[in-house]
């Protein structure tokens, strides 16, 4: 079987489509005739080039929301697409906060399941998915008739351009869906962060509850600006409030494949590595040398992170 | 004001999970607990309740074997009761089934507010609870690291990619917690023996008025996944800082 029409669900961030939404055209293009991309926010057309660039030869654009949470009105402007008798053969979306809002939506208004946490897609149909935190890998396939909805993990995919020119925008209409789409944004606020973007960056340093106190995470923001890279954190100093959500990486934060992973105090507990080992090199710094951490690591350092890093930051600082 | 919470009962995430080689689902044997992602929702319910000066906070579940150790757990942390369903039929459901026996059982404890996880811990689709909120056609705030109740209007801090949003929604309203939006209480010995007596309402899918919802998608293969090899193992005796440094220059990372 081969998914004739595939719709991607583009997000966009800082007035560009996110690495995950080009993952997921590129992915879109190995395995389906047609891609047509969905947009919402407004900002359509401002990305109907990079979008063309990566495959898709449309964009439905749903244009401002009024502050309301993207989940239902772009999912009911999908399903009132997929009724009117224009049907993809598959649609797929990141494993994002708006991208399981939509899918969830779509999921329950079409009557169709969704397959979640897909790590890999081919053409015959079947899905993997990475379960029971990463460390096996499930092949699933829908039984019942398209669209098939696909929540896929970032940084599953490359990203490859196609060279396609800018994509064609059709403004599509959000029907009234009532009392389900009463839920409204007030008020943005944007944490500051400096350096490169944890997704992004060649270089994170990611600290975890073996640090013993809040403070001492600004050894790992000073090793990570000394390396240019990113600080991440273990969901255990996210919840305790360290730092900010955005730090986290692992199941429910982000995946990360650095080409260094550099993890101080932190055991290394499955929901943490299934976002961090993908790196090309995983650094360990651990005082238990029975931490599971270091059974991924190619380089595992038993030792304090009080004595080690700052060690580390002094040879690095003396170097500059 | 009533509040209805999710919760997920689910193997000891300490015991690694396993699929049935037959039938490729999870397999759920043995004694299920209440999951720690769920906790965050009774919780939040207790205290919102609390708060409004009143109502009930009802449990809701789907497990085999009538199972109820989570429910026992949540119950004891000061839930007034547990609507139940358990049927042979269910087994291997995904979550577009689990969502619309999940919302068919709400439903009957006519809720302001529904509260979920934002994910479980072993199946994690983090789509139930939307698919819940579509099928009972109620808004819904996802991801909330915060939330009041201002009269008949819910307020949520909702985690975003770039920080958080503050949103606003009408009741009746769904919302999903996520972990850190309160820090979940002990059961007290009093809320344990307590719990002992509070109502489970047990029911079968056909006692809800539907029937056994399709399952649309199914398992082909289960493999382990490709392992990363452990490299070297290096005891700090004062000059492991030496062995990072190299290692970094190495990858021409410094
Ligand atoms: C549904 C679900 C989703 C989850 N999602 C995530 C996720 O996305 N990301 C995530 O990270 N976690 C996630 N978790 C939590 C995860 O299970 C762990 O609880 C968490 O990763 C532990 O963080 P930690 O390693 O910092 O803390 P701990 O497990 O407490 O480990 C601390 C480590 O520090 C070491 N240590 C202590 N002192 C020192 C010292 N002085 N020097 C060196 N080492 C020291 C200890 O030996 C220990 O190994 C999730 C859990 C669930 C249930
Ligand atoms: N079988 C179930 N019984 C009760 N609640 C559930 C069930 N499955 C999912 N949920 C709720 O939906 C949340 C997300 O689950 P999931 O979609 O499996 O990630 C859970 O944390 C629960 O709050």
């Known amino acids: 079987m081969a998914f004739d029409k595939v719709w991607v669900l583009a997000e966009v961030a800082d007035g560009k489509p996110t690495g995950t939404t080009l993952e997921l055209l590129t992915k879109a293009r190995e395995i389906g005739g047609a891609v047509e991309a969905w947009t919402w926010g407004g900002e359509g057309s401002a990305v109907a080039a990079t979008l063309g660039a990566y495959g898709a030869t449309k964009v439905y654009d749903t244009g401002d929301l009024g502050g309301a949470l ?168 996210v919840d305790a409030g360290w730092v900010p959500y955005s730090y986290q990486v692992g199941q429910t934060g982000k995946t990360v494949k650095p080409t260094v992973y550099i993890a101080c105090g932190i055991s290394g507990a499955t929901q943490h590595m299934v976002g961090m080992k993908g790196a090309k090199n995983i650094v360990a710094i651990n005082k238990d040398q029975e931490a599971p951490i270091f059974s991924i690591a190619d380089l595992g350092i038993v030792g304090d992170v009080h004595k080690v890093l700052p060690k580390v930051i002094e040879a690095l600082q003396s170097r500059a | ?41 009774v919780e939040m319910a207790l205290q919102l309740a609390d708060k409004a000066g009143g109502g009930e906070v009802t449990l809701v579940s789907m497990a085999p074997n009538e199972e109820v150790g989570g429910l026992r757990t949540a119950l004891a942390m000061g839930a007034a009761k547990a609507i139940l369903v358990s049927d042979e039929s269910l087994k291997g459901a995904d979550a577009l089934t689990t969502a619309k026996v999940l919302a068919a059982a709400i439903k009957r404890a006519e809720p302001d507010l529904v509260i979920a996880a934002t994910e479980s811990t072993d199946g994690y689709t983090g789509t139930t609870p939307v698919q819940v909120a579509e099928l009972l056609g109620l808004p819904a705030v996802t991801f909330a690291k915060h939330v009041e109740i201002d009269g008949s209007t819910v307020k949520v801090d909702r985690q975003t990619e770039a920080g958080y949003d503050e949103v606003e929604c009408p009741l009746p309203a769904l919302v999903t917690v996520t972990a850190g939006v309160v820090e979940p209480r002990y059961p007290s010995f009093k809320g344990i023996m307590a719990a002992k007596g509070k109502p489970v309402d047990t029911l079968k899918v056909g006692d809800l008025g539907i029937e056994a919802p399709a399952v649309g998608q199914q398992v082909v293969d289960v493999a382990a996944a490709e392992e990363r090899q452990a490299g070297e193992i290096v005891v700090d005796e004062g000059d492991a800082h030496e062995r990072v440094v190299a290692f970094l220059e190495q990858l021409k990372v410094i």
């Open chain 2, 1 to 41: 004001m009533n509040v209805v919470v999710c919760v997920k009962q689910i193997p000891d995430p300490a015991t690694p999970g396993k699929l049935d080689p037959n039938t490729k689902t999870l397999v759920r044997e043995g004694k299920l607990i209440l999951d720690d992602s769920d906790a965050y929702g």
């Open chain 1, 70 to 237: 993207p989940g239902v009105p772009v999912a009911a402007a999908m399903a009132a697409q997929v009724q009117g008798g224009n049907a993809p053969t598959a649609i797929l979306a990141a494993t994002s906060y708006d991208g399981r809002d939509i899918a969830g939506r779509l999921s329950a208004k079409l009557d169709v399941g969704v397959l979640t946490n897909v790590v890999g897609l081919s053409d015959d149909g079947t899905s993997e998915h990475a379960v029971f935190g990463g460390t096996t890998v499930v092949k699933a396939a829908f039984t019942g008739n398209p669209p098939y909805l696909f929540l896929v993990r970032p940084k599953s995919f490359a990203a490859e351009e196609s060279g396609g020119g800018a994509a064609e925008v059709t403004t599509v209409e959000v029907p009234d869906a009532g009392a389900t789409n009463a839920a409204k944004i007030v008020q943005r606020h944007v944490e500051e962060r400096i350096g490169p973007k944890l997704d992004e960056a060649a270089v994170v340093v990611s600290g975890g509850r073996g640090l013993g106190e809040a403070e001492k995470f600004s050894m790992i923001e000073e090793l990570a600006k000394l390396l240019k890279g990113a600080p991440g954190a273990s969901r255990a100093i």
